[in-house]
């Protein structure tokens, strides 16, 4: 008996495609740059202890939830969500595959965010991604 094809990977492709394709990484890097260069002038790298957990939690984490509530609403607008009732694809799938391409889009924008904001502070990535992942 064989096992059942996964529609994750190809629902992830088409994730990163459409993601890419609609301006969000763009918008997203665009919006690193953005907030970095100004914890840059009003935090700088200093005063990085006290200034990243906040910015990390308004900005960064903001920007991903919406961006993944605008990529919900904008594909039920155009009847994505009615016709995964007749696919094979399960909506717990459709939502993982919103969730692992935001979240590592997420960790892209936090490194360049800390790039330009923090720079020259100590810098451990390990919890920079546990808390993303985690927020």
Do not use: N
């Amino acid at each position: 008996m064989s096992r059942a094809h996964s529609p994750l990977g190809p629902t992830l492709a088409l994730d990163l495609r459409v993601q890419a394709k609609s301006g969000l990484y763009a918008v997203g890097v665009g919006v690193a740059i953005a907030l970095g260069m100004a914890a840059r002038l009003l935090i700088g790298p200093d005063h990085a202890a006290a200034g990243i957990p906040a910015m990390y939690l308004f900005a960064l984490s903001g920007t991903t939830l919406f961006f993944g509530a605008s990529l919900v609403l904008l594909e039920k607008s155009q009847g994505v969500l009615m016709a995964l009732r007749v696919t094979p694809l399960a909506q717990r799938a459709y939502l993982f595959s919103k969730l692992l391409t935001l979240l590592g889009f997420t960790i892209v924008e936090a490194l360049i965010f800390h790039a330009i904001g923090f720079w020259g502070a100590p810098f451990d990535p390990a919890p920079l991604i546990v808390g993303t992942v985690e927020g």
